[in-house]
């Protein structure tokens, strides 16, 4: 089954310091790999996906991930981090193709990045 | 704004008793999801509804139940309601059909309906 896993429930950054959330996942199928960005009292927003083609995807406001296969991981990053940025981050899968494809996402525990001054 | 509205916005509740959150989904969307989200359980699947037919039930409780209508806009109905059930309810909506999937099939999340139940 699949499955994801956000390490680090809690992430501190400095203003201008990179920024790295980690996500790794677990299918038995190439997925569909996501991360939303929820910022408080609204609703989960996409920063950026990868289907199929370029490993290296980048997102809305400066983010940017990896898809690698060999490791099972699909690592959120930006270098210079903003206050704006302080949010909870979630990464997700989708299931693609067989009999569990119905489109629904699969999320982590989600991240919360702070960013300090 | 992502184009689902859900309404309300907020609701507070008593125990025991039974509420309806309505979700609207984007334009031309024929499939609607509905996830909870609390502190320990992190975002959940409940339900996903497409065209107006169920096609995937997860971790939803039998004292909730979903419906989609032939507007689109989808309902879940939760009674005889608990403590437990305190949480943040969203809807999404997606392009993607049952028993295949067209685009890259991101889900389009509403604000939520924020659920108190004391």
């Known amino acids: 089954a699949q499955s994801v896993t956000q390490l680090g429930s809690h992430v501190s950054v400095s203003e201008g310091a990179l920024v790295l959330l980690r996500c790794n996942y677990s299918?038995?199928?190439?997925?569909?790999l996501f991360w939303y960005v929820q910022y408080p009292n609204q609703g989960l927003q996409l920063l950026l996906k990868?289907?199929?083609?370029?490993?290296l995807v980048k997102g809305i406001n400066g983010f940017e991930a990896e898809f690698k296969k060999s490791e099972t991981s699909f690592h959120l990053t930006k270098p210079s981090a903003h206050m704006s940025d302080a949010a909870e981050y979630f990464c997700a899968v989708r299931i693609v193709g067989g009999s569990g494809n119905t489109g629904k996402l699969i999320f982590g525990q989600g991240t919360t990045l702070q960013v300090k001054p | 704004d992502s184009g689902v509205t859900q309404t309300p916005k907020h609701l507070i509740t008593a125990t025991g008793q039974r509420v309806t959150l309505r979700c609207s989904p984007r334009?031309?969307?024929?499939?609607v999801y509905w996830y909870q989200q609390s502190l320990d359980q992190g975002l959940q699947f409940l339900i996903h509804y497409y065209n107006g037919e169920e096609r995937a039930k997860g971790n939803i409780l039998e004292r909730f139940s979903a419906q989609q209508f032939p507007d689109l806009h989808s309902e879940l109905n939760l009674s005889s309601l608990e403590l437990g059930d305190s949480a943040l309810y969203f809807c999404?909506?997606?392009?993607?059909?049952?028993?295949?999937?067209?685009?890259?099939?991101?889900?389009?999340f509403g604000e939520g309906s924020r659920l108190t139940v004391l």
């Open positions: 999404a909506s997606s392009v993607v059909k049952a028993g295949g999937f067209s685009g890259t099939g991101e889900l389009f």
């Open positions: 334009s031309g969307d024929l499939s």
């Open positions: 299918s038995s199928v190439p997925p569909y």
């Open positions: 990868y289907t199929t083609g370029a490993t």
